[in-house]
């Protein structure tokens, strides 16, 4: 069971969810925390990676690293998407089993789910339909790394565990306009908008597309929920069970960064859409006691508030 005195692996820990539980540990006073940056520990190096976990046998690992990105980035860097997340989750899962770590908890994503399927998205629909196109590299990716801990769950009686995050944002976040996921681009050109006393804001695709998003401190803290959480699933949705187009989370950020600002919203029909919706059934993680607990307007300041400490 884990406790104040466990020892802890995160990887990704620079990255948003990551630095999050990080965040969190050190604030619940977890005082054996370890990590490496990239420069220190590539986990695309197997022999690293099983070294490193060799010579300091952390109790739990949270696998937050990988390689993540938006639609454009996921539907332009299919190779190293593939590639990369493969080698880093691979080479921590089984080094984790070689080294007798058995508790872990694998990040997946909602991007694992069919394109087309029924909405509220429940776990058991994943592989029951075609992927997405634009991120199937990274789908496929994501859906090894839970088969795998499936498969060392079954064989080896290990607990190892998959959150599937819904899209996720707060502090530390990618902004890179071209490759960020849509939250984080929407919060930076509402930002620009005011910074250059502008009205028009363009958005790409139609605006209409359906998603939910979560505040990242909710993901750290369900991670640290069910590493202490004896569960009898392997994958567990997180989200908030909410949805929203676009164009309303717009609305909801310009309220909180330009009150009273009116704006023209231009639709850019070349960018594409993705799926037409995705919100996660949350009631598994419920009927385990855990529920999102960060208000949306709430979460849109305090990360609007870290955006410009970050870039002033
Ligand atoms: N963001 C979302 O909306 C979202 C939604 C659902 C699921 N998730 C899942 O949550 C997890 C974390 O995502 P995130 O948004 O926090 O990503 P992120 O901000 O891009 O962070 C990724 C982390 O992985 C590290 N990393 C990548 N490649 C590495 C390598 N070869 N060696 C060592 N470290 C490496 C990065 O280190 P550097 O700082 O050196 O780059 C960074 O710390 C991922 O599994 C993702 O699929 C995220």
């Given amino acids: 069971m884990i406790n104040l005195k466990s020892k802890i692996y995160v990887a990704g820990h620079t990255g948003l969810v990551g630095s999050a539980i990080l965040r969190k540990l050190k604030s619940k006073g977890y005082r054996n925390v370890i990590y490496r940056e990239r420069k220190e520990l590539d986990l695309k190096n197997q022999i690293k990676v099983y070294n490193f976990l060799k010579k300091h046998k952390p109790d739990f690992i949270f696998i937050a690293a990988a390689k993540v990105g938006g639609i454009h980035s996921n539907n332009t860097y299919k190779a190293d998407f593939i590639f990369d997340n493969i080698s880093i989750q691979s080479n921590l899962i089984n080094s984790a089993y070689r080294n007798g770590i058995k508790d872990l908890i694998f990040l997946g994503s909602s991007c694992v789910y069919p394109r087309n399927c029924k909405q509220p998205i429940k776990e058991s629909y994943l592989l029951t339909g075609a992927l997405e196109k634009t991120n199937d590299a990274y789908a496929i990716a994501k859906i090894a790394g839970i088969k795998m801990c499936e498969s060392y769950n079954h064989q080896y009686k290990t607990n190892y565990k998959c959150l599937m995050p819904t899209n996720t944002f707060g502090p530390n976040d990618n902004y890179d306009l071209l490759n960020c996921h849509f939250f984080p681009a929407l919060i930076k050109k509402s930002h620009q908008l005011k910074l250059n006393n502008k009205k028009e804001i363009i958005l790409w695709g139609n605006g209409r597309a359906r998603r939910e998003v979560i505040y990242v401190d909710d993901i750290a803290d369900a991670c640290i929920y069910f ?13 908030t069970g909410k949805d929203y187009t676009i164009k309303e989370y717009l609305d909801k950020i310009i309220k909180q960064i330009i009150p009273h600002k009116k704006i023209t919203i231009r639709y850019d029909s070349n960018k594409p859409n993705g799926t037409p919706r ?27 508030t870290y955006f410009l400490k970050k870039f002033k």
Avoid: F, H, P, R
Avoid at 279 to 300: M, Q
């Fill in 227 to 239: 590493m202490k959480k004896k569960i009898k699933e392997t994958v567990i949705n997180i989200g």
């Fill in 278 to 304: 995705k919100v996660l059934d949350v009631s598994l993680a419920k009927k385990y006691g855990w529920k999102s607990k960060t208000n949306l307007n709430d979460a849109i300041l305090k990360t609007y």
